[in-house]
């Protein structure tokens, strides 16, 4: 990805796309749903980014006169570096502007999306925002027309040409890999091409799937969407529904399965045709790429994971014993192990979440106590509100929280989560010229996550009840298998099938189960008995379809965050110190380097298989934690 596309993918970022988690609506604590009648301190001020929409449309206006200044700037570049800085600086002011206009549209009608006025001041934005990909798109190859050495001349040359140099040397680095005008141009004829597969994946999966109905035990007949699928696995405590349900459930996927190997072969095919058209000597390596990530980095995680599944199979031994069951099954993994419904009031969770980030310091702690006072959180649900929760970063204001709090333990979690990502944004945005201010995606889930486990750590030495200890420690074990074990597993699968391909091997729905049910033998061994249509899981995963190597980055994101917060929460003073101080200039450093290079800054060497052991160890420690919560029940 470009500059200016990553600039464009930012703002839509920033507009509210950042970590959605769903979860059922219980009663809140305001005894309404009607958004007036909820108290303000539970509602964000949005006059603090515009006073009102007449400010807004002034912004907007301001807005587009920026963007055809922008405009006529293009063939500028070449008359030396004074003119490269003032487009540079002309298009942080137009970036800046634009994410306070669109945030405020976009917060203004998550807050009640059935506003039609709000809606349609949010599709004026969406249109201003089409025109700037327009007029930015000459800046890229206008620049990278000025020879290398020219640009090192007047970059060494110019000091306040600093805060782009990182941004200009990439698209120069990534230069190596873009072909002669006339080859692009023949590529180009085929992008629209080499999206099919994944649009046909879109179709087959949602408007044209037929979700199959089943009956259960209660002899009622339950038609098997997502959602209905997902209640009885979290619920039903027969286990028979629970394998009835889950056959039925993959069988839609199942009776498609030489079409998605096909969709499939598609995606794969077309990857290695790109990347040897670019020279690269693998899928994985053009992929990385654009990232500058290494290859071994990625080689690193899927091994380390593989070699460490040992505490994960202990886990599903244990369920299988408190459950009762003879034998232990995917589909009997999200049944809770205990009985828990305890609320958890708003007001009340506040003080929690400070004093439980206490190892971050009172600097950190102070700023939470800004955000829950000042209105910057939206925290109950009401009609016409966006689901789920998220953080919205505004460049020159602050961030902004949407919950939809429903006081169960997982919203609690939820809190800490979304202020992890606010605390995050206000650090770079703070110490970062905005060039740099945006973190990094290998950083976004660091800060969020950390706080997680502060919290836990908190919870587990306050509560007395070993129920609640039971609910905590089970939470946070499901946590590392859905968002590092599983996905790690499933860049393993990717980074097979690809070598697959590469190495001219034909793909079927065969082949492709084989390489995934070989991989569920590696990470399950004998704790888990997979049942046969199990093997098909690849033919439902979007990421594998839509975004190809993008999962790694969750279980990455995980890695780096055990292995700081292993530090911050040692009771050697040296170690938490140090791990501090290199946990909050990464959280300060936007994205001023390459990723790889922030995080080595911050202790973190992703080449090295500590790190992902870290995760490891800590997945152990929780379960040998859980087996004695049980244990102290019986
Ligand atoms: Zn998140």
């Known amino acids: 990805m470009n500059r200016k596309t990553k600039q464009l993918t930012g703002i839509l970022l920033a507009l509210g796309l950042i970590a959605l988690m769903l979860t059922p609506t219980l009663q809140a604590k305001p005894n309404t749903l009607v958004r007036d009648s909820i108290p303000d301190k539970y509602k964000w001020d949005l006059g603090q980014i515009y006073a009102d929409w007449t400010a807004w449309e002034q912004g907007l206006t301001r807005l587009q006169e920026i963007m055809s200044e922008y405009a006529g700037l293009k063939g500028s570049l070449a008359g030396g570096p004074q003119a490269i800085l003032k487009a540079a600086k002309l298009g942080d002011e137009l970036g800046m502007l634009a994410r306070k206009v669109g945030q405020y549209a976009s917060l203004n009608s998550a807050q009640d999306m059935r506003d039609n006025t709000v809606s349609a001041r949010s599709q004026q934005v969406q249109i201003a925002f089409a025109n700037f990909g327009v007029v930015v798109a000459w800046f890229n190859p206008e620049l990278l027309a000025i020879p290398w050495e020219t640009m090192k001349q007047w970059l060494d040359s110019t000091p306040e040409l600093k805060p782009y140099r990182l941004g200009i040397e990439d698209l120069y680095r990534q230069q190596t890999h873009v072909l002669s005008e006339d080859k692009e141009q023949l590529l180009a004829y085929f992008s629209q091409v080499n999206n099919a597969p994944s649009a046909i994946f879109g179709k087959l999966s949602t408007s044209d799937m037929k979700y199959p109905t089943t009956t259960l035990s209660d002899g009622n007949p339950v038609k098997l969407t997502p959602g209905a699928y997902y209640s009885i696995k979290s619920t039903n405590r027969n286990q028979a529904d629970r394998a009835k349900a889950t056959e039925s459930f993959y069988g839609a996927y199942v009776d498609n399965r030489n079409t998605y190997a096909a969709i499939y072969d598609g995606i794969l095919q077309s990857d290695w045709a790109s990347a040897q058209a670019r020279n690269y000597t693998s899928c994985l390596e053009s992929y990385l790429n654009a990232d500058n990530v290494p290859v071994d980095v990625y080689k690193n995680l899927v091994n380390t994971v593989r070699g460490g599944v040992g505490p994960l199979q202990r886990y599903y031994k244990l369920v299988k014993e408190e459950l009762g069951l003879t034998e232990f099954h995917l589909y009997d993994d999200m049944i809770p192990l205990v009985d828990f419904n305890k609320t958890y009031d708003y007001d009340q969770i506040q003080p929690w979440i400070i004093d439980a980030m206490a190892p971050l310091g009172k600097d950190y702690q102070a700023r939470l106590k800004t955000a829950f006072e000042s209105r910057w959180i939206d925290v109950y649900e009401n009609e016409g509100k966006r689901t789920g929760a998220f953080s919205a970063p505004t460049y020159g204001v602050h961030p902004f929280l949407l919950l939809n709090y429903n006081e169960t333990l997982n919203e609690v979690y939820t809190v800490a989560h979304e202020l992890g990502h606010c605390m995050h ?148 003073k040296k170690v938490k110190a140090a791990g501090l101080d290199r946990y909050m200039t990464l959280l300060k450093s936007g994205s001023s380097d390459y990723s790889m290079e922030l995080l080595k800054k911050a202790g973190v060497d992703l080449s090295q298989p500590a790190t992902f052991q870290a995760i490891v160890d800590r997945l152990d420690s929780y379960v040998t934690q859980l087996e004695a919560e049980l244990a102290k029940l019986k």
């Not at 099938?497 to 079927?508: L, R």
Request: hydrophobic share 40%.
């Open 425 to 572: 944004s206000m650090l770079s945005n703070e110490t970062q010229p905005f060039a740099s201010a945006e973190p990094t995606i290998f950083v976004a889930e660091v800060a969020s996550t950390m706080n997680e486990a502060l919290l836990l750590d908190y919870m587990l030495t306050k509560t007395k009840d070993p129920v609640e200890r039971i609910a905590l420690l089970a939470r946070a074990i499901k946590s590392i298998d859905g968002t590092f074990y599983t996905q790690s597993m499933w860049a393993d699968f990717e980074m097979r099938t690809h070598e697959a391909v590469e190495q001219g091997m034909p793909i079927t729905a065969e082949t492709l189960s084989d390489i995934y049910g070989k991989l569920q033998k590696e990470y399950y061994g004998d704790a888990v008995t997979v049942d046969d249509y199990y093997r098909y899981v690849w033919t439902r995963i979007p990421h594998f379809y839509n975004t190809p190597f993008y999962v790694y980055k969750y279980a990455t994101c995980y890695a780096t965050s055990a292995k700081l917060a292993a530090e911050i929460m040692s009771k050697d």
